[in-house]
């Protein structure tokens, strides 16, 4: 098979080109593009979908655009804490973590709990320990310092209001970043990574740590990594429900995507997107906002999208 296939998203929001200048464009552009081609490289040599995942999203973990690790948002305490988590298409083996500080690449560690626990979720400082065990790479508070994320925080540390973030709009910001993949073998598989909401409080966790909400892989059906309104995509049960409508209903993976963010997303209020892949190579990037950061890599071709059009 020679269809090997990544694709990678970093948030979706209120996105426009509008409000976007040349600079920030291009970076965004080159921040996509690396990922894409650190995740199709690792398939270009036959290597499995999990890892192209987890190169693809290190690389959106280490770029300070991106709400996720090095640019992960500021939580209510003037700190970061990171949610992630990883699915395997072919035995359906999964792995995450949630509310976890000071860890570089929350997505390793997530595929570290689907490999070496007997576990699927691991959560706070429990993950910690489990991260030390696994010796995983701790950064202290001024690595993950940024300058416009603080801003961000600063704004609205001392009010009751969350952000989500590509958005002006308050209690409205859309981060998060996600890779699915397609190998050589036909395996699939799907990840999540981010910072949550600004100024996030009492232990929130988003759908990005959720098995079935933000991430979802399955050989069956398709691969899916979502963002957005967390909240709603964990009512939603999102990724699944895409699996769901194909597997159950026979949709295509086009029309499961589109069905499960244009109609059962959208009807609960919820905002976002997702990515997804199927095992013949087929990719949906399907959002119901204005723009959702967005790529994709095959053997034929190489794209990258910012705004609805
Ligand atoms: N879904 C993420 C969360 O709710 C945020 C995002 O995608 O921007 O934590």
Redesign the pocket.
């Known amino acids: 098979m020679k269809k090997h296939t990544i694709v990678v998203h970093g948030?979706?929001?209120t996105i426009l080109k509008s409000e976007m200048n040349e600079a920030k464009e291009k970076a965004y552009n080159e921040g996509l593009t690396a990922a894409i081609d650190h995740g199709y490289a690792v398939l270009d040599k036959g290597g499995t979908a999990v890892d192209a995942v987890v190169s693809a999203i290190q690389q959106l973990e280490d770029n300070p655009l991106f709400?996720a690790g090095k640019g992960a948002v500021f939580n209510a305490q003037g700190g970061h804490e990171m949610?992630a988590s990883i699915m395997e298409g072919k035995s359906r083996e999964a792995g995450a973590i949630a509310a976890i500080p000071n860890l570089r690449n929350p997505i390793v560690l997530a595929k570290d709990v689907m490999n070496h626990s007997d576990h699927v979720l691991l959560i706070g400082d429990g993950a910690k320990e489990f991260g030390e065990l696994r010796k995983a790479v701790f950064e202290n508070d001024d690595y993950f310092y940024d300058a416009y994320r603080f801003d961000q925080w600063n704004k609205i540390k001392d009010t009751d209001s969350f952000q989500?973030?590509?958005t002006k709009k308050e209690k409205k910001?859309?981060?998060?970043v996600g890779a699915v993949a397609l190998d050589m073998e036909g395996n699939i598989a799907a990840g999540?990574s981010?910072?949550?909401?600004t100024n996030?409080k009492f232990g929130?966790?988003?759908?990005?740590a959720i098995i079935g909400s933000?991430t979802y892989a399955d050989n069956r059906t398709c691969a899916i990594s979502?963002?957005?309104?967390?909240?709603y995509?964990m009512r939603g049960v999102t990724a699944y429900d895409v699996s769901c409508l194909m597997m159950y209903k026979g949709l295509s993976l086009q029309e499961a995507t589109a069905a499960a963010i244009q109609d059962h997303l959208t009807q609960i209020g919820g905002d976002?997107g997702l990515i997804a892949v199927d095992v013949h190579g087929n990719v949906s990037m399907e959002f119901n906002c204005e723009g959702m950061y967005r790529a994709y890599r095959n053997p034929k071709e190489s794209v990258v999208k910012i705004y609805r059009n």
């Open positions: 948030g979706a929001g709400n949610d989500l973030d590509h910001y859309l981060g998060t999540t981010t910072g949550g909401m996030k929130r966790v988003g759908d990005s933000g979502c963002t957005g309104t967390g909240e995509f976002g």
